[in-house]
């Protein structure tokens, strides 16, 4: 009966090991001209916590406990980086992350091609020469029209907001409608007629494992965005002290946090 039992984990692991060998060996060949699409999982969450708008409540590094009922910002200038050292850049692409709208948090990248990548880089806001541009150029999620009551845009100056945050906490001061509410409005790109501070944050992130993009391989990049990192960072945000921020002076310290928020989970190579 032992033997048996012997045999049979025998065969077991044998089969194992045919397979995974298999597995690795079957990985597509890159074709010169192959291309595919590449996702980006924007998987917004507080602390271990998935977040959830408005019913949740969450605990800061100073111990303030808040809701979120807006977490919005813009993703653009991505770039990819190869196992070669070869940058495959992505201009010209905007992409506004809504946590209250799903289809928003996947974005695609069309036509990357076929390649082995390990690091990822982009922009947290829009940059300025898009800023300034022509408003016949700033189309799709750059169309102030186009979020709703999700108003994105300082018409004063400064243009995009580039990180929205709001919601409610005991610790903020009572609106006029008595809700305790913050809200945190971060942009500034540098300024077209005021010099403000330039509050636009370039991420690099490199890949826990490649991203193969092949013909028949459209690998999604599973990125974590940890609210809390937001008030605690290289600089510790208050609520009690901090709550209303609407200018891009105020709004540096929360950049420089924000900055580090993002990490790249795992990556789908299917
Ligand atoms: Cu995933």
């Known amino acids: 009966m032992k033997r048996h039992t012997a045999f049979l984990a025998y065969i077991f692991f044998a089969l194992t090991f045919t397979l995974t060998a298999c597995k690795k060996d079957e990985v ?7 291309k595919n699409n ?118 004063w100056n400064s243009g995009y907001i580039f990180l929205k945050f709001e919601g409610t906490s005991p610790v903020a001061p009572a609106n006029s409608a008595g809700v305790k509410a913050f809200q945190l409005h971060i942009g500034g790109f540098g300024g077209r007629t005021a010099v403000t ?10 890949l826990p494992q490649q991203a193969t993009v092949r013909k028949s391989i459209a690998p999604t990049i599973h990125l974590v965005s940890d609210i809390t990192r937001v008030f605690d960072g290289v600089n510790k945000i208050s609520l009690s002290a901090t709550n209303m921020v609407h200018n891009p002076k105020d709004a540096s310290p929360i950049a420089d946090n924000y900055k580090n928020m993002f990490i790249v989970d795992h990556v789908h190579n299917d």
Do not use: C, H
């Not at 010209?92 to 076929?114: C, G, H, M």
């Not at 150029?137 to 169309?143: I, K, S, W």
């Not at 944050?201 to 490199?206: F, I, K, Q």
């Open 28 to 34: 597509e060949p890159v074709g010169a001209n192959d």
């Open 38 to 155: 590449l996702t980006l999982e924007f998987d917004n969450r507080a602390g271990a916590q998935k977040l959830a708008l408005a019913t949740t409540s969450y605990k800061n590094g100073s111990g303030e406990e808040f809701t979120v009922t807006t977490f919005n910002y813009f993703i653009s200038n991505v770039a990819l980086k190869k196992s070669d050292g070869t940058i495959v850049k992505f201009p010209n692409q905007y992409f506004l992350i809504r946590q209250a709208d799903e289809k928003t948090l996947t974005p695609v990248l069309k036509d990357v091609p076929a390649g082995d990548y390990k690091e990822i880089t982009f922009l947290i806001g829009v940059d300025s020469t898009k800023s300034v541009s022509n408003i016949a150029e700033r189309t799709g999620v750059l169309d102030e029209t186009s979020y709703g009551t999700d108003n994105m845009y300082w018409a």
């Open 197 to 206: 501070p330039n509050n636009l944050r370039t991420v690099t992130l490199s």
